[in-house]
């Protein structure tokens, strides 16, 4: 007992020559600690050390970053023809190879115009300038027509212009009832996307691409059809209007019926 004694004293004494270096925090067993409970010890900040050594705590792992919640796919609304929309149809006309023509076509021309016309202008197929270009209707025939469309009231802008072909038949020939029967669903699937209030079919290929008719187009212009329930005002190609300037007057007659249809008058002639 009496060294128990000494340890203690030595322990105190050990005590107060560490406040005098001016530690602060010192570390003594649990044992020690009660047979110092009745010794007036300086005071001074300890810590307990149990017998056995308190198992480390785990540093606490770090939140996790919230994962990003991918965007739900946007619903993309598909019509009866298949397409949901203008772009989607251009695009499968763009990478269509399903005739000989887009072995020699530089560019298709899937049409242009608005995508909600009231009158939708359908000619025969691309030439030159509209292969190089992408565009319909832009030589002297397009040049014609949008004269023909602005004398209306309206513009390319606010009509669609397309045709029965989307690519050039090479040397401007007719196009044949082979790529007719191939390339016509992309125009009917157009059409179904516009809901044009009128078709006009410029020319007998036009005429025969919609309708299935061959009579000479001078017998069937001005007289309305229907295309699937769209009423169609067949008339003159305008590059034959250019060959035959006689025939100009019965294109301007047949345009002002489809006025008439829609409820319209064509706009004062602009003085020069």
């Given at each position: 007992?009496?060294?128990?004694?000494?340890?203690?004293?030595?322990?105190?004494?050990?005590?107060?020559?560490?406040?005098?270096?001016?530690?602060?925090?010192?570390?003594?067993?649990?044992?020690?600690?009660?047979?110092?409970?009745?010794?007036?010890?300086?005071?001074?900040?300890?810590?307990?050390?149990?017998?056995?050594?308190?198992?480390?705590?785990?540093?606490?792992?770090?939140?996790?970053?919230?994962?990003?919640?991918?965007?739900?796919?946007?619903?993309?609304?598909?019509n009866?023809t298949?397409?949901?929309?203008?772009?989607?149809?251009?695009?499968?006309?763009?990478?269509?190879?399903?005739?000989?023509?887009?072995?020699t076509?530089?560019?298709?021309?899937?049409?242009?115009?608005?995508?909600?016309?009231?009158?939708?202008?359908?000619?025969?197929?691309?030439?030159?300038?509209?292969?190089?270009?992408?565009?319909?209707?832009?030589?002297?025939?397009?040049?014609?027509?949008?004269?023909?469309?602005?004398?209306?009231?309206y513009?390319?802008?606010?009509?669609?212009?397309?045709?029965?072909?989307?690519c050039?038949?090479?040397?401007?020939?007719?196009?044949?009832?082979?790529?007719?029967?191939?390339?016509i669903?992309?125009?009917?699937?157009?059409?179904?996307?516009?809901?044009?209030?009128?078709?006009?079919?410029?020319?007998?290929?036009?005429?025969?691409?919609?309708?299935?008719?061959?009579?000479?187009?001078?017998?069937?212009?001005?007289?309305?059809?229907?295309?699937?329930?769209?009423?169609?005002?067949?008339?003159?190609?305008?590059?034959?209007?250019?060959?035959?300037?006689?025939?100009?007057?019965?294109?301007?007659?047949?345009?002002?019926?489809?006025?008439?249809?829609?409820?319209?008058?064509?706009?004062?002639?602009?003085?020069?």
């Amino acid at each position: 007992m009496t060294n128990l004694n000494n340890i203690v004293n030595d322990i105190e004494q050990y005590l107060k020559h560490q406040i005098e270096e001016g530690e602060t925090n010192t570390e003594i067993s649990q044992d020690i600690m009660e047979k110092l409970s009745n010794k007036t010890i300086p005071k001074t900040t300890t810590t307990v050390s149990d017998s056995t050594p308190a198992t480390p705590t785990a540093p606490a792992k770090p939140a996790p970053t919230p994962t990003k919640t991918a965007k739900p796919a946007t619903a993309v609304k598909v019509n009866a023809t298949g397409c949901a929309d203008m772009d989607a149809i251009t695009l499968k006309i763009s990478s269509c190879t399903q005739c000989s023509l887009a072995k020699t076509r530089t560019n298709t021309v899937p049409g242009q115009g608005s995508n909600s016309p009231e009158i939708m202008f359908i000619g025969e197929a691309p030439g030159a300038k509209e292969d190089e270009q992408g565009r319909p209707f832009v030589g002297r025939s397009g040049n014609f027509l949008e004269k023909m469309i602005v004398a209306m009231g309206y513009s390319r802008e606010t009509v669609f212009i397309g045709n029965i072909l989307k690519c050039r038949p090479p040397d401007n020939r007719k196009p044949t009832q082979e790529e007719i029967d191939i390339c016509i669903p992309y125009l009917k699937q157009q059409i179904a996307v516009l809901k044009p209030k009128v078709i006009i079919a410029l020319g007998a290929t036009s005429v025969k691409g919609l309708l299935g008719k061959t009579p000479a187009i001078s017998k069937l212009r001005g007289e309305w059809q229907k295309f699937e329930g769209i009423p169609l005002m067949p008339t003159f190609h305008p590059a034959y209007i250019l060959r035959n300037q006689s025939k100009k007057g019965e294109l301007w007659a047949d345009l002002k019926k489809v006025l008439t249809f829609l409820g319209k008058t064509p706009p004062p002639i602009k003085k020069q």
